[in-house]
């Protein structure tokens, strides 16, 4: 079964605090890994990928197969990270995306 | 360019009514996705669409639900009988390429609440 976990409901750091949202999935294949954000009155959005190995807005993700997670770190939390974050992932290339519930990310000043 | 578009943003609706969706992909992409977010849960595939053939239809709750897209361009989901349980956001995606690298872009999402 293709399952995807986010533990945290809503995670509320301070503005420049480290950010850890936490993602766990289930598959018995090799996944693609994403984390979508959607910002207050925006559309859901590609944060990033797994296979892209890059950092977008200072967030960063490394798919560890062994312990099947994919975390979304970023060391420096800003205001403007505020918004839910979705991890998901999609079993083959090009197919559908299995979201997790995501996680409500509220920076405090 | 524009972005995927949905029409209506909400629709309000009695039990037993019928209500349609419309979803109009980024001009020149395929594949068409319709996902939807029931109260409290989590964000669930319906079905995809490369161009106007049904690829993927796993995730359609029942037969009260149903997908076209004609010509291969937007596409209309219908709740026909509409039930308390259909009540949720409904979002489309489009994705140009099913290949490695292709990434889906959501529409704003139509807010459906049953009666």
């Known amino acids: 079964a293709q399952r995807v976990t986010q533990p945290e409901k809503l995670l509320s750091v301070f503005k420049g605090a480290p950010v850890e949202l936490k993602c766990n999935y289930s598959?018995?294949?090799?996944?693609?890994l994403f984390w979508y954000v959607q910002y207050s009155r925006q559309r859901l959005q590609l944060l990033l990928r797994?296979?892209s190995r890059e950092s977008i807005k200072g967030f960063t993700a490394d798919l560890n197969k062994g312990e099947t997670s994919f975390h979304l770190k970023k060391p420096f939390a800003q205001e403007e990270d505020s918004a839910m974050y979705y991890c998901a992932l999609s079993p083959q290339y090009g197919n559908k995306l299995v979201f997790g519930a995501g996680t409500i990310l509220r920076v405090k000043s | 360019e524009a972005g995927v578009t949905q029409f209506p943003s909400h629709s309000v609706i009695e039990k037993g009514q019928t209500v349609t969706l419309r979803c109009d992909p980024i001009s020149g992409h395929d594949n068409l996705y319709w996902y939807r977010r029931v109260m409290g849960k989590e964000i669930k595939f319906l079905l995809h669409?490369?161009?106007?053939?049904?690829?993927?239809e796993s995730g359609m709750p029942n037969n009260r639900f149903l997908a076209e897209r004609t010509g291969g361009t937007y596409s209309t989901l219908k709740v026909q009988p509409a039930e308390l349980e259909d009540s949720g956001v409904y979002f489309c995606?489009?994705?140009?390429?099913?290949?490695?690298?292709?990434?889906?872009?959501f529409g704003p999402g139509t807010r459906l609440t049953v009666l």
């Open positions: 995606a489009s994705s140009q390429d099913r290949l490695a690298g292709d990434t889906q872009y």
């Open positions: 797994h296979i």
């Open positions: 598959y018995s294949g090799s996944p693609e």
């Open positions: 669409f490369v161009k106007e053939s049904k690829q993927d």
